[in-house]
């Protein structure tokens, strides 16, 4: 929300009251906002909050398009911060607008306004028709004031719609079939395919043109460089002559091309001093996850048209800004001459593939002035071309006193990036920008800054008391495989790895993992999730370890800074690892629309799930061969388990975002009941058939 007097940062950068609200279209009150719909609900949560400010009843609130010629820009739509940051900037604007609107109606009426009040749009005095609404008065208010934080919002007792499930203001289009990207349609539209570079800086070596259009006859390549599109007005054509690209294309590796871009080195965080104990009991134990695709079930996305001297293009990206500026810089245009709107795509957990097919589009677009083209990506490149969540480990070193408590901790983190979106770090962090001057690979790479809530140190500080804890983070960069964020970034590795821990710690100190917890905790909301979701779940269930059967527990704060979770999985393990049930107990502050926020926590937990117990991409000599569903199995409808989620709710309390609690603790329970089940500890993910087999023979 606000830090002291400091307004939220979405209104620093846009100050203007009329970048957030509009009354143009009689009856419906237009909200502005630069956060996008990811399938998330936010628009819905936004709406809420926008209609309790302005005394409506939420059918009367539209969510303006997100569209970089009039929507405020708030960055990036990551993070879990939309509820906090455009929720409370929205708050503080609208109820500045209210406040207006109320004072244009005393001048008119001659009355005072603590007469005044609103319902739906309608001023009244004493509680009767004054005849005035909020759009005849919208004339006599000046939309260029910059909004203060100064005009006291709405208490929360007068909410009516925050706290309640309104249904998804999103969904009516997207079940008749016309509400994504893929849906989008333009008079005169081709459709492009573009054969990617099979590895980071494959060149080009040689295109069989006369091959393509003996094949094809109607279809066009587009080459620049080593960037390779094909365009055809038939969509078949041009999809079947991408699937029949290493016919015609060949591409191959220059020796020195690749160099692994520069870090800071290692970054050390100390808390507090440990007091030695020689001899004592403790463990050393190495946790790690391999790359993770997105796995969007729409693939990547985007159309574009250059015309007149300007390129319009229509993405699914979660930074619309960011990335108008990487594509303008990347063509050679003025930013002014480059207007990107938001369409929503089928689902984006982070940096997907949807900011280059948005480049992709953008390159072959300004090849063919005044004529429409749309750009999607194969299976294969969706889930072998995009950017991977990184691979990463975690090491733990960690010693108990004579009294069974916590002496020392240390945690090693080492990482691929989860940060390379457009334009951070100064670089374009694009595909299709390298395919076109491999000298626009980065040169250093940095993580996330703590104040962004860190990327592979994202969750790498442990939210228990434990004395003398210190904390290594370093970044790996050697591979070429591009990685980037990645829902919770390292927050899943990070809690799978602390809580993994802490439980083998319990074991050692002959504690239950509830209480060992417990007892090395004083954040009190993480204590409050901990013992609901043991009173959920029946903590710690009737099932001996290592016979096949267990519960797990896990518990941690998002970036140590957001929502509370914590988790109770029931798993069984035959011929594999089957997740049955999970118990789930949040606190996200106040509650905008609670069904929602169940959706974005469960959500989080089936994907979890999904990451622990299935997904990794496979990498062959530094290389990630194509690959589809096959070679990719996710959690399918028959392996969801039964999902109960409580809410720990207090309405005193800012919002906090739900979107990305559940991925650490989900991981860390589900770990943490596999190994009581088997009887001996799983540390690598996922946790698939062939590391149980061989866990069980290392045993």
């Known amino acids: 929300m606000m830090i002291g007097n400091a307004l939220p940062k979405s209104l620093q950068d846009n100050p203007e009251l ?48 997100v569209d970089t010629d ?107 079939g016309a509400g994504f990207i893929h849906d989008l349609s333009l008079a005169g539209m081709l459709h492009v395919r573009v054969i990617r570079q099979p590895f980071r ?109 300007r390129l319009t293009v229509w993405s699914h990206s979660q930074g619309i800004f960011p990335l108008r500026g990487q594509i303008a810089k990347c063509l050679g245009l003025d ?38 083209v749309r750009v999607q990506w194969s299976r294969e490149d969706e889930l072998s071309r995009g950017p991977l969540g990184a691979a990463m480990s975690a090491s733990v070193e960690a010693e108990l006193d004579s009294g069974g408590q916590v002496a020392s901790w240390k945690l090693s983190v080492v990482s691929a990036p989860h940060a390379q979106r457009p334009g951070f770090g100064g670089h374009f962090n694009l595909s299709s920008a390298e395919a076109l001057d491999g000298a626009r690979l980065p040169q250093k790479v940095d993580d996330l800054p703590d104040a962004a809530g860190g990327g592979a140190a994202r969750n790498s500080v442990a939210i228990y008391d434990f004395p003398g804890q210190e904390v290594a983070v370093r970044l790996d960069t050697a591979s070429r495989i591009r990685t980037s964020s990645l829902r919770s970034l390292g927050a899943h590795l990070n809690v799978f790895a602390i809580e993994s821990a802490v439980d083998e710690l319990a074991d050692l100190a002959g504690a239950d993992p509830l209480d060992f917890r417990l007892r090395h905790l004083s954040d009190d909301r993480c204590r409050a999730v901990l013992q609901g979701v043991a009173d959920m779940s029946g903590w ?39 997740l049955e049930r999970l118990w789930l107990c949040a606190d996200i502050g106040l509650v905008i629309n609670p069904e929602g926020a169940r959706s974005q926590i469960e959500g989080g937990a089936i994907q979890a799930a999904s990451w622990t117990l299935k997904e990794e991409v496979r990498v062959e000599d530094d ?31 800012p919002p906090l975002g739900a979107g990305e609690a559940s991925q650490g603790p989900v991981a860390a329970a589900i770990g943490n009941a596999a190994s009581r089940a088997l009887g001996l500890r799983m540390r690598d993910l996922p946790l698939t058939r062939d590391r149980l087999v061989e866990a069980l023979m290392g045993a």
């Open 18 to 65: 009329g970048c957030w609200v509009s009354f143009d279209r009689p009856g419906l009150i237009g909200v502005g906002s630069g956060k996008v719909e990811l399938g998330q609900g936010i628009l819905t949560a936004l709406a809420q909050i926008a209609a309790d400010e302005l005394a409506v009843d939420p059918v009367l609130v539209a969510l303006l398009p």
């Open 70 to 176: 009039s929507a405020p820009d708030e960055g990036i739509t990551a993070g879990s911060q939309s509820v906090e940051v455009s929720g409370a900037s929205i708050r503080l604007a609208l109820a500045q607008a209210r406040s207006a609107l109320v004072d244009a109606a005393a001048t008119r009426l001659g009355a005072d306004v603590a007469s005044l009040s609103c319902r739906d749009g309608a001023i009244l005095i004493d509680g009767q028709p004054t005849g005035l609404d909020y759009w005849m008065l919208a004339a006599d208010v000046d939309w260029r004031q910059h909004v203060t934080g100064n005009v006291p919002a709405m208490p929360v007792g007068a909410y009516s719609a925050v706290g309640a499930s309104q249904p998804r203001i999103d969904m009516a289009q997207k079940r008749g």
């Open 201 to 309: 800086l494959a060149c080009l070596a040689d295109v069989d043109m006369a091959w393509l259009q003996r094949r094809y006859p109607g279809v066009r390549a587009v080459r620049k460089n080593d960037f390779l599109a094909l365009v055809a007005a038939d969509e078949h054509a041009v999809h079947s002559a991408h699937g029949e690209a290493e016919k015609f294309a060949r591409w191959e590796e220059v020796a020195g091309l690749w160099q692994p871009a520069a870090t800071s080195g290692e970054k050390i965080t100390v808390l507090g001093a440990a007091a030695p104990h020689a001899g004592s009991p403790g463990i050393a134990a190495r946790y790690s996850r391999q790359h993770v695709a997105h796995a969007s079930i729409g693939p990547s996305c985007a159309l574009a048209q250059f015309d007149a001297g």
């Open 335 to 372: 930013p002014s001459m480059v207007r990107v709107i938001h369409a929503h795509g089928s689902g984006s957990y982070g940096h997907n593939g949807a900011d280059d097919v948005a480049l992709d589009a953008a390159i072959v677009a300004m090849e063919m002035p005044g004529q429409p």
């Open 540 to 578: 710690p269930g009737s099932h001996p370890a290592g016979e096949g059967r267990a519960f797990g527990i896990a518990a941690a704060r998002y970036k140590n800074k957001g929502a509370w979770l914590a988790a109770v999985a029931e798993v069984s393990v035959d011929e594999e690892i089957r």
């Open 623 to 653: 290389r990630v061969p194509a690959f589809d569903w096959s070679a990719y199995p996710i959690l399918k409808f028959s392996e969801i388990p039964e999902i109960e989620t409580r809410f720990i709710v207090d309405p005193a309390r």
